[in-house]
């Protein structure tokens, strides 16, 4: 993995790394943003963090030692950007493994996430397992896990308040310029709006000042 990136960063192009699972070696790859190869993003699709819901999805209950990873990986890349994506109401799942998640959501900080109820898929080995969540709990839990974040999201944009980033332009109107920063991949993330900005071309890369934020987009102003 770690020469392909070093590949695609000698394109000159923004690369983002999606669905990637964090097995070691994406620590390799840490250093490769930090030098500005390529960006500093990584979704990952974490899916819990109680080990018991781990277990139960069949994946590694890894939660401490991806938190321990988490912080290095932001010591190393500071304005690394990370997207991921929950289940809540997994088989099994009980109020004191929702809980985790959501303590988990606090020390992880992630920047970008999303989330979804489970339901039964055809054929799946999970709908054999015992103690499906109800619909109205998966429903409350998906409310509390969205709110959580979505103060988290605030925050860490808030933050950029002050910065100057790197825009890449996607429109222009009468009313000004949309773009998205390194942070935000099409079509999922947020954008950064440019107002009164018209002069701009779809396609130009413009440093500008972050004014203001709130849990999903940017606003800014050219340099």
């Known amino acids: 993995m770690q020469s392909l990136c070093e590949a695609l960063g000698e394109m000159g192009v923004w690369v983002r790394l999606h669905y990637v699972y964090p097995y070691p070696h994406v620590d390799d790859i840490i250093p490769l943003m930090a030098e500005g190869k390529i960006l500093p993003y990584l979704d990952i699709p974490f899916q819990h963090a109680s080990p018991k819901v781990l277990k139960a999805m069949k994946r590694p209950a890894h939660d401490s030692k991806t938190l321990d990873r988490i912080r290095k990986w932001r010591e190393i890349c500071p304005e690394l950007t990370i997207r991921s994506t929950f289940i809540v109401g997994f088989p099994g799942e009980t109020e004191e493994d929702f809980q985790y998640l959501l303590d988990w959501l606090d020390e992880a900080q992630l920047d970008r996430v999303g989330a979804f109820k489970y339901s039964p898929v055809e054929g799946a080995k999970a709908n054999e397992l015992e103690g499906a969540v109800p619909e109205e709990i998966k429903e409350e839990r998906l409310a509390r896990f ?75 102003r050219l340099v």
């Open 146 to 220: 969205m709110e959580k974040q979505a103060k988290i999201s605030a925050a860490r944009l808030q933050a950029k308040i002050g910065q100057t980033i790197d825009v890449l332009i996607d429109e222009v109107d009468e009313e000004g310029a949309i773009g998205r920063s390194k942070a935000d991949a099409p079509e999922i993330d947020g954008m950064v709006y440019l107002n009164d900005e018209t002069g701009l071309v779809p396609g130009e890369i413009v440093q500008a000042v972050v004014e203001h934020a709130d849990e999903h987009d940017l606003w800014a």
